[in-house]
């Protein structure tokens, strides 16, 4: 997973690589960064002030981020799973039904 930030034109300025960091933090950490970012300072200045705000709060915090966080990939693979059921039960085309599973098995929960 990794968080890219782009110019006007279309061209990568920087890409944030989520290493070895939970998910949680990767997520909290890059939604502040987009949320906040200041153009006067480096990504990567950006990226430490935003971690900052992550290690300033409480473990109680950060727990209850963690247990959403896994809520919701919980959701989504249900949602996933029950679609790729559906989609086997229509009737059509193999070719067409085997685009709309990769295209639903390609949906990514950030």
Known sequence: MEFTMFDRDGEVI???ERGDSSKTF???VSKKVFEKYFCEISPEENWKRAEA????LTPEVQGHLMILNRKEAECAEDI???LLATLAEYQG???IKEIFAEA???VQVP
């Open 26 to 28: 990767y997520n909290f």
């Open 93 to 95: 085309l193999k070719n």
């Open 80 to 82: 996933r799973l029950g």
């Open 53 to 56: 705000e992550w290690h300033d």
């Open 14 to 16: 920087h890409v944030f």
């Open 104 to 106: 639903i098995k390609g």
